[in-house]
């Protein structure tokens, strides 16, 4: 147990420690801007990311990874807090919790090795540009100037030179230190933190929602944390994945689903809204040098602690460095990769790819794109297999009985290749249809065989099936019809 304690908590410790103070600067601005999404109090999303922070770093499965208010969940949040108000959002939070231990339990982070590489690669790429979209408010209209851009510029030299001179230090901490430096030393009239929102004053307290404990209540409640409980499973557990290829490492996704809830359930409790993993911190705290879970206790420790008792100091950084590091970090999140391989990848995996990223920037929903990707994955897929069938058939010397040779999958989609694979009018005596070689997956395939039996035996052929495997033969016998007296009329539709 020491050992596990050791590697899980202590194995990094100046690397966590260094990579949680640039996460934890990060999340002030994102935790403020996600409130005013929501349409809350910013104190609302600082206390959620401090709470969800420190209690994953204890109850999720995989090391390093930062959970905190995110703008998906933010957005799922609108109609509920106009139409209902915060009390209802915090009881919705908690519910968005237990509904997420229900899915740990009932194993349902297993459904993650349905999602191919393709979606998660494009589930990455979507993230990456939605993150650069969400920086350019910073860098155009109203905030934008030459000011800002140069200060920008400044930040990514920095971000990018840095580790050249040394690694010891975060080239993102440094970024920031040095931009908040010469802002103040020069005087410029440059958005800063405190612009984005007024930093809380006081520590969170326990928190019970004021509402009705009724069915009333739970039917305005539960559709919004059914989504949002869907919505933060989908991006912690795509975050994880992620997290796991960076680090080399694994987790447990059933684990994380728990963790999820359990997170949630406590910002609930301190008047925070729900939250889930989030991909660009992740980021940001593995590129620092960020691997155990220490480094997201102490993130979310310092959000707490430089929000409340160095809000003074914290409000002084330039909004131009945190979109400096946002940058960066949408730029590493993106795969270039995929794009150089489209014209070597298989054209379906592309699409699959093209088609998540197209939904999740269009909707700005996470569920949706994947959605689209699982679907269109599961499609190409059942596809490809469907076509991996041959029929070949043998006439026997004096023409009296044919052999029929069934090679591969027959299921809903390659049932009616089956079906058309057979000659129904050609004048024998005897069918013999030898199945060693095929497997029959589901009521659809079964049918196609009840309709090849009895349309041959509708042409006064005898039918004779030889050779199907255990799996099968029990679906034959259970869904199966061309044994059935009045087989024939059923089909014939008499």
């Not at 650069?132 to 510029?153: D, H, I």
């Not at 989609?413 to 497997?439: N, P, W, Y």
């Amino acid at each position: 147990m020491l050992k596990s304690i050791q590697q899980n908590w202590f194995s990094n410790t100046k690397g966590d420690l260094l990579s949680a103070l640039v996460v934890a600067l990060a999340l002030i601005p994102e935790a403020i801007a996600f409130s005013i999404i929501a349409g809350v109090d910013p104190k609302v999303g600082l206390y959620a990311s401090f709470a969800i922070c420190v209690i994953i770093a204890f109850s999720g499965a995989r090391p390093a990874m930062i959970s905190a208010a995110t703008g998906a969940m933010a957005l799922l949040m609108i109609t509920l807090v106009k139409e209902h108000g915060l009390e209802y959002l915090l009881a919705a939070t908690l519910l968005t919790g237990i509904i997420q231990i229900l899915f740990g339990f009932l194993k349902l982070g297993d459904l993650m090795r349905f999602v191919s590489r393709s979606v998660v690669t494009g589930f990455v790429n979507a993230l990456a540009i939605l993150i650069f979209m969400a920086q350019l408010p910073e860098l155009t209209g109203t905030y934008g100037s030459v000011t800002v851009y140069g200060m920008t510029a400044l930040g990514l030299a920095i971000i990018y030179l840095f580790p050249y001179v040394t690694k010891a230090i975060p080239s993102p901490l440094v970024c920031i230190i040095v931009l908040t430096a010469l802002a103040l030393y020069f005087e410029m009239d440059i958005r800063t933190v405190s612009d984005m929102g007024e930093l809380p004053d006081s520590l969170p307290i326990f928190l019970w929602p004021e509402v009705p404990l009724n069915f009333a209540t739970l039917q305005i409640i539960f559709p919004y944390a059914l989504a949002l409980a869907i919505v933060g499973i989908l991006e912690s557990l795509m975050t994880a994945t992620i997290v796991d290829d960076l680090t080399d490492t694994s987790s447990d996704k059933n684990r994380e689903c728990v963790g999820q809830g359990v997170a949630n359930i406590g910002s609930g409790l301190i008047g925070g809204m729900a939250g889930c993993a989030m991909i660009g911190q992740s980021i940001i705290n593995v590129k620092s040098g960020g691997r155990t879970r220490l480094s997201t206790l102490v993130a979310g420790i310092l959000l707490l602690i430089m929000v409340v008792f160095l809000d003074n100091w914290v409000g002084l950084i330039p909004m131009a460095a945190l979109v400096a590091i946002m940058i960066m970090v949408s730029i590493g999140t993106f795969s270039w990769s995929s794009v150089r391989d489209l014209k070597t990848n298989p054209k379906s995996s592309s699409v699959v790819m093209i088609a998540t990223v197209a939904v999740v920037v269009a909707t700005h929903n996470l569920a949706y794109g994947v959605l689209v990707g699982v679907l269109l994955s599961a499609l190409f897929f059942a596809n490809k297999v469907g076509q991996i069938l041959y029929i070949g058939s043998t006439l026997s010397e004096d023409g009296h009985k044919r052999d029929y040779q069934v090679v591969g999958q027959v299921f809903f989609s390659s049932a009616e290749q089956f079906i058309g694979a057979f000659d129904f009018k050609e004048a024998i005596e005897t069918v013999s249809i030898d199945l060693s070689r095929a497997h029959f997956w589901d009521i659809t395939a079964i049918s196609s065989l009840d309709k090849v039996v009895l349309k041959f035996r509708r042409e006064g052929t005898e039918v004779e099936l030889v050779g199907l495997n255990e799996a099968s033969a029990t679906l034959v016998d259970k869904f199966a019809m061309h044994n059935h007296p009045d087989a024939v009329d059923k089909m014939m539709g008499h």
